[in-house]
């Protein structure tokens, strides 16, 4: 049962979302509904409880599929309205020179019978609201409908008297993932987030059951067993389980994430990104609004000779859950074909991460080795303290004291990695040494020049200049540069715009 539009249709017609998903979502909403299903069954014991659990289910079941039947938008008068609700009606209009960003998600839900959620987003952020309130969600459409809205509201192209849009256009190739970057997986750690997420979930669960490890038969036989083994064996083979489970989760995070990945170009000047194995995206940059890109380089993945690539472009969302990653040009891949692909990207002959940088003075290695260093130092005493208090043993303020070597060569690093160059019409900046990041921006789209000093910075003559731009984290700074080296910087990449203040600066 689908309601794609008869041929009759015309531009400005109200359309409905498709009512296959009336198949799947009261399945969805009664599942989501079972915690509190079980939980007035067990509680109620009779006492009708478990009627309210009923109730809040139907409640729960007639509020989506109301959603499904009274959800239609329509495409009129140089914007895309949305307008749904039965007891409470809400409307929308989002103007077409507004739009930013139109991605297309077909989660396990939707693939059932072929059907996409499109995600309609202007790049903005009321004050006071929520990071949604910045988009429309059409969740339930063809797929032949996705790609016409994506179309029609990216290209603004042309639409026939039957309602439907042009052919697609052309695409080149950019960029395809390669099996053999799966390597680069385990390099990433994201398994150990996901491990670091399941361990609280089971401590909290545990503790909210007041269940003790030592009471649960498995791990009391577990623990039993470690008691006569050597402290030290323990720490490898704990070491390399962790390793292990890691490297897998890893691996399953990436192929879930980035297989079928592809990078393309349209003649329209969009970049189209495409990526997932059983929730696929659809994200499209249009290069009218590209301001440069970013090459992350985490450490373990900088160590493997790997980098991950990503757009720094006008209205793309950066959030969490679904928005998360909606700049990615290349996912972790060897260094050399990332700047390959940001080359390529840019439309320029090599990539300008990769230029010489200009080394930042030798008083920034001395704050970045005191902060490294006495940040461990400060840690160490504050163990110690609680040590001598006889509130955690004395064993843990001296394998922090231990990290002392290892927080200096960190230190040392992110000198090492500091830098700034302007190369033809980009900025080019890098900091970091766990998470190495080098960006290159566009000096065009830079709206300004800020100019900050600490006053441990003052003292060291060194600045911090900001280059605000409107996309990305919204400005990227040049950290702890000479001040001289810092504006005549600032001047080249903002011509004119600090001129009037060297001036006065000079009279004085």
Do not use: C
């Not at 190495?436 to 020049?449: F, K, L, Q």
Request: net charge positive; aromatic share 6%.
């Amino acid at each position: 049962m689908s309601t794609e539009a008869p041929p009759e249709t015309t531009v400005g017609q109200w359309r409905r979302l498709d009512r296959r998903m009336l198949l799947i979502r009261p399945v969805l909403d009664i599942v989501k509904s079972l915690p509190v299903l079980i939980g007035t069954v067990i509680l109620g014991r009779g006492n009708g409880w478990e009627w309210i659990g009923l109730g809040v289910t139907a409640l729960t079941v007639f509020v989506g599929v109301s959603h499904v039947l009274t959800s239609r938008y329509r495409i009129a008068d140089g914007q895309v309205e949305w307008s749904t609700g039965l007891l409470l009606r809400k409307h929308r209009a989002i103007p077409l020179d507004r739009i930013r960003t139109v991605d297309v998600t077909s989660e396990p839900k939707h693939r059932l019978f072929s059907l996409s959620a499109v995600r309609i987003g202007t790049g903005r952020h009321s004050a006071g609201q929520g990071a949604g309130n910045d988009q429309l969600v059409l969740d339930a459409v063809s797929e032949t409908e996705a790609h016409r809205l994506r179309t029609v509201l990216l290209h603004r192209k042309e639409i026939s008297a039957e309602g439907e849009a042009q052919a697609p256009p052309p695409e080149q190739i950019v960029a395809e993932v390669d099996r053999k970057w799966v390597r680069y997986a385990p390099f990433t750690l994201s398994g150990l987030a996901v491990v670091g997420a399941i361990f609280a979930a089971v401590w909290h669960f545990a503790h909210q059951l007041d269940i003790a490890p030592e009471n649960v038969g498995p791990l009391r036989d577990l623990m039993d067993g470690l008691a006569n083994t050597a402290l030290w064996l323990i720490v490898v083979v704990a070491a390399v389980a962790l390793l292990v489970v890691v490297s897998l989760l890893s691996v399953g995070g990436y192929v879930l994430s980035f297989w079928n990945f592809k990078l393309t170009r349209e003649s329209e000047g969009t970049l189209h990104v495409r990526r997932g194995l059983i929730t696929t995206r659809s994200v499209s940059i249009e290069e009218d609004r590209l301001r440069g890109v970013e090459v992350k380089e985490p450490l373990p993945l900088r160590i493997a000779g790997g980098a991950r690539l990503t757009a720094i472009a006008g209205g793309l969302r950066e959030g969490k859950g679904g928005d998360k990653g909606g700049g990615l040009l290349l996912p972790p891949a060897p260094v050399g074909r990332v700047h390959e692909v940001a080359a390529e990207v840019l439309r320029e002959n090599f990539d300008p991460a990769t230029v010489p940088l200009n080394r930042h003075p030798r008083r920034a290695l001395t704050r970045r080795l005191t902060r490294a260093i006495g940040g461990v130092l400060l840690l160490a005493a504050a163990l110690s303290g609680l040590a001598w208090i006889d509130f955690l043993p004395s064993w843990m303020w001296q394998v922090a004291l231990g990290l002392v070597p290892f927080a200096a060569l960190v230190g040392w690093d992110r000198y090492r990695n500091l830098g700034h160059a302007i190369v033809g019409r980009y900025l080019v900046s890098r900091s970091g040494s766990l998470a190495r990041s080098t960006v290159a921006i566009r000096r065009e789209g830079v709206t300004g020049i800020v100019v900050s000093r600490s006053f441990f910075q003052r003292r060291a003559g060194l600045i911090t200049v900001t280059a605000p731009i409107a996309a990305g984290r919204g400005g990227y700074q040049v950290v702890d540069v000479g001040e001289s080296a810092g504006l005549a910087m600032a001047e080249q990449a903002a011509p004119g715009l600090l001129t009037p203040f060297l001036r006065r600066g000079a009279q004085r």
